[in-house]
């Protein structure tokens, strides 16, 4: 099982619609979390972080339940440039970050 | 500088030729991270540096790997020997002390073994 597993899609979404992506991890000792997104041949960029009380960033919002180990990201109102492929990632304090293999989105007119 | 600056941006060599990859992180930025990424996969992490020391080298394929950072600043990835199978996109990242605000990454370079 790998430490980290997102559903690798792909969520072909209109435009408009609401979509939301889980990302569980196996690691219980995790500390911080964080969401990135990656263009096609780009690096990945920082989307948000993801904050126990759950954090909202305009029409994105992530929310973490360590009980069940998985973190979520929500995006309402879809735009045809959140096309993107959306990577979780875990930290523990030792150092190691883990990456998700990412979902991909792809939002159609 | 303003970003993380990476070189060369595109590297073709020949099997069997050694390799040397440059990771320039944002200044102030203690912790440094090569991961390498094959077309159509995800992250595979390579080494994680704090400082000048690598405390997590577990990411490394092979003996043939190595990298070394100096002056908490600049480091290098080095590919003895190369084989087709390394032929990936190498991303290094830099973050602050406290790694909650996430990591920059640099555009990487893109080797190619023929």
């Known amino acids: 099982r790998k430490e980290v597993e997102q559903d690798p899609g792909p969520f072909n979404v209109p435009e408009g619609a609401t979509v939301a992506f889980n990302c569980t991890y196996s690691n219980s000792a995790s500390q911080s979390f964080f969401w990135y997104r990656q263009d096609c041949r780009k690096e990945p960029k920082l989307l948000m972080s993801v904050y126990s009380s759950g954090n909202e960033d305009g029409r994105f919002t992530a929310q973490l339940n360590r009980a069940s180990q998985y973190i979520s990201l929500l995006i309402r109102d879809s735009k045809l440039s959140d096309s993107a492929t959306y990577l979780c990632?875990?930290?523990?304090?030792?150092?190691?970050?883990?990456f998700g293999d990412g979902t991909t989105l792809t939002v159609k007119p | 500088g303003a970003g993380v600056s990476q070189s060369p941006s595109n590297k073709v060599t020949e099997k069997g030729k050694d390799v040397e990859l440059r990771c320039d992180p944002i200044s102030g930025h203690t912790a440094l991270y090569w991961y390498r990424q094959s077309l159509g996969q995800g992250l595979e992490f390579l080494i994680y540096f704090q400082g000048n020391s690598a405390p997590d080298k577990s990411g490394l394929p092979s003996d043939r790997f190595s990298a070394e950072r100096t002056g908490g600043s600049v480091s290098t990835l080095t590919i003895q020997r190369t084989q087709q199978e390394d032929s990936a996109v190498y991303l290094c990242a830099s973050s602050p002390p406290d790694r909650g605000y996430g990591y920059t990454f640099g555009s990487g370079t893109r080797l190619t073994v023929v």
């Open positions: 990632v875990v930290n523990t304090n030792a150092g190691k970050s883990t």
